[in-house]
């Protein structure tokens, strides 16, 4: 028979969920998986909806069991959690919304939001035993996008369809395509297109499609390129009053990208890698390497001129 211990519960915390944060009703227990070879087993406070979320035959041990708790309130709360997306509070308060109905949602819409967030957000307290920790988080298996844990790359995607009203069938095929890695530009797109006709979505999955297989390819001619080109030796380029930075260069030339055909098809690659930025400072980048390519296409200008043309050589042989 498996022993069960009460966990610490800090003096602020005695009412609290340990999974959410709202008022504790009751305690659940949950088989323990290490970090105390004394115990079997933690009792924790739970709230009565945290504890419906969970199956009484279930032996998930504690960190496993939180997520899956936490990715029930997500989808329960998408709705509510969508609020903060589409608005801010202080456009929600200046909305113009009319009638009993909006007027109701004007003045609980961000509350609701808030107490969606908040619960989602809440990540308990340290788990002890008369002072002497008895746990330590497993994170090998959950997906992380934007600060917020799911159970999986497929229950993130349920989330944002549910909360944004987006179109699951296009968020998918994208994944399938882009891969978990690529989570946040197949949310842009999807979002772009929120509700696609059938015609529209196939063609937005093939051209992704293109896309890939292109960089892909790429990819490959780069690496067995690009080792060959010393790239701390290129130089800046001046051309009018405009300044080409080495990083745009070396982002081309990384890609081995030698034309402005081949740099349209990864305009969407070179503004997400270079989000972090800013718009203003992205935008600036590539219309320099644009303006680049566009002067090496006068190739006496390339073979005279172009004081990196030793290398762009080495990159075209």
Request: charged share 25%; hydrophobic share 40%.
């Amino acid at each position: 028979m498996t022993d069960y211990v009460t966990i610490d519960i800090p003096f602020e915390s005695r009412y609290q969920c340990w999974f959410c944060g709202e008022p504790s009703n009751g305690t659940l227990r949950c088989p323990q998986s290490g970090g105390h070879a004394q115990l079997n087993g933690l009792e924790l406070p739970v709230c009565t909806e945290c504890v419906s979320f969970v199956d009484k035959r279930s032996d998930m041990t504690i960190w496993p069991l939180r997520l899956h708790i936490k990715d029930r309130l997500l989808n329960k709360y998408a709705k509510h959690l969508g609020i903060g997306v589409i608005w801010t509070k202080e456009e929600l308060e200046q909305s113009q919304l009319e009638g009993a109905i909006f007027e109701g949602f004007r003045a609980s819409a961000w509350k609701m939001y808030e107490i969606a967030r908040e619960r989602i957000d809440f990540q308990g307290w340290a788990l002890t035993v008369d002072g002497n920790a008895v746990e330590s988080l497993d994170d090998t298996f959950f997906f992380e996008f934007q600060g917020t844990r799911f159970l999986s790359v497929e229950s993130a995607a349920a989330y944002y369809v549910k909360s944004e009203g987006l179109d699951e069938s296009l968020l998918l095929g994208l994944l399938d395509i882009l891969g978990k890695e690529q989570f946040e530009y197949g949310l842009r797109i999807t979002r772009l297109n929120p509700r696609p006709t059938k015609k529209r979505r196939n063609q937005l999955l093939r051209e992704v499609e293109q896309q890939r297989r292109e960089t892909d390819r790429v990819a490959t001619l780069s690496n067995s390129r690009v080792n060959d080109v010393d790239i701390g030796a290129i130089r800046p380029v001046v051309l009018n009053s405009a300044v080409i930075e080495v990083e745009a260069i070396t982002w081309v030339m990384g890609r081995a990208i030698t034309t402005l055909n081949e740099l349209s098809r990864f305009e969407d690659c070179f503004f997400e890698e270079h989000e972090h930025l800013g718009g203003p400072r992205a935008f600036q980048l590539f219309d320099s390497i644009q303006l680049y390519l566009q002067a090496r296409e006068d190739q006496t200008w390339a073979e005279k001129l172009d004081p990196n043309r030793s290398f762009w050589s080495q990159l075209c042989r």
